[in-house]
């Protein structure tokens, strides 16, 4: 028994070493594992807080160039950004409401200071009853434009004094300046050298150098009709102005500028569309005559002098076929498209202003013409030198006629 007894014993006894040296293993793996990881929370704790330092302020090689080549993402992000919203702070919209009063009041004072002490910039004087009257001219009166001038005049104020405090004005300059801005200047006209002479001498001039699109002598008629519906193709309004006359009525530039477009258009038939120098307006000239629209001497990218024969009034147009008149009234559609960014020029985000009365007010303005019986074109008699067409020829490097 005492014998059995022992080898019981001996054999728990075994178990038990067995037992205790395994949980000693164990133990001791586990123990290396806790630890392995604790070191390793250790370490991203000890990166995130030096990255957290460096954030803050504390040196570390490794850490500038990440945070210098973060902040030059930042930086060339923010700049991506700041010239995306720089592209797109450009005026969306206009409405030109301006009224044939207004406009001759403000050029008469324009005209009549010119090279004084003060001289009144007409579009300034605009722009401020603009901001005034919230756009609308028909609360217009000669009174207030009469008495912003004679502040200025008086030299107690300048227009940048005056308008410090208006809203809106920066806005009504920008967009009126894009309206007006290429119709009045210094340019140099030919005229008689007195009136029993046919010779034509050179004159400097300052004043009015935009024309009436309807060539002197020529009759024609029209009203507003800016807005007003139309139905060819698609419901729409009309974005022009019509001016009613004889078939082969000569069309002329209404301001100086290049030839953009030339030929024909489904709605407008036989068309023209001229460019500012500028490049704020964009005229467009619609239903020009069939079988002899153009000045013969025209093609895209040709520079036309204000109050040159660019056209003739016709009826063409509302056909996907060229050479058509579908027009029943013979007209000549005249369109101010008004461009302060590319993507205006064609789409949704198109402007045209309503130029009925700037059309009234070109009147004072037209350019008589002659006919070459050789070759049945209308040329203009009294030539023009305008500066900006001069100007822009040099820069293309074109020869000045």
């Not at 992000?77 to 720089?86: A, I, M, N, T």
């Amino acid at each position: 028994m005492n014998r059995l007894f022992r080898i019981k014993q001996g054999i728990l006894c075994e178990l038990f070493v067995v037992l205790v040296a395994t949980s000693f293993l164990i133990y001791d793996k586990v123990s290396k594992r806790t630890l392995a990881t604790i070191g390793q929370t250790s370490e991203v704790s000890v990166t995130t807080d030096i990255e957290g330092e460096e954030e803050a302020g504390m040196s570390g090689e490794s850490s500038d160039t990440d945070n210098q080549s973060t902040e030059q993402q930042n930086t060339d992000k923010s700049e991506d950004s700041s010239k995306e919203e720089e592209k797109k702070e450009f005026i969306k919209w206009v409405e030109f409401n301006v009224s044939y009063e207004a406009l001759d009041q403000a050029y008469q004072y324009d005209v009549e200071s010119y090279e004084k002490e003060v001289h009144v910039n007409w579009i300034e004087l605009l722009a401020y009853l603009g901001a005034t009257y919230g756009g609308e001219f028909r609360n217009y009166k000669k009174s207030d434009m009469n008495k912003l001038v004679e502040r200025l005049q008086n030299k107690e104020e300048t227009m940048t004094s005056i308008t410090a405090d208006m809203k809106y004005y920066s806005y009504y300059l920008e967009a009126y300046t894009a309206v007006l801005g290429g119709l009045v200047g210094e340019y140099e006209i030919q005229q008689k050298k007195d009136d029993t002479s046919e010779e034509l001498v050179w004159v400097k001039k300052y004043g009015l150098k935009a024309f009436l699109p309807i060539a002197k002598n020529f009759p024609y008629s029209d009203y507003d009709d800016f807005g007003v519906s139309r139905s060819y193709g698609y419901k729409r309004r009309h974005l022009g102005h019509d001016m009613m006359g004889q078939v082969g009525t000569p069309i002329v530039a209404v301001e100086s500028g290049y030839v953009e477009a030339i030929g024909w258009n489904q709605y407008g038939g036989w068309r023209l569309g001229i460019r500012s120098f500028d490049g704020k307006r964009y005229y467009y000239y619609a239903h020009l005559r069939k079988n002899f629209p153009y000045n013969k001497a025209l093609e895209e990218g040709s520079v036309v002098q204000a109050g040159d024969v660019i056209g003739y009034l016709g009826r063409t147009g509302y056909s996907a076929t060229e050479n058509v008149n579908n027009i029943e009234t013979s007209h000549l559609h005249i369109g101010l498209q008004l461009i302060f960014d590319e993507s205006q020029k064609e789409g949704n985000n198109e402007i045209w202003v309503d130029c009925y009365n700037l059309t009234r007010f070109l009147y004072r303005n037209r350019s008589e013409t002659v006919k070459n019986t050789d070759t049945k074109e209308w040329n203009r008699i009294y030539n023009i030198k305008d500066p900006a067409a001069e100007e822009y020829k040099k820069m293309q490097g074109k020869v000045i006629d």
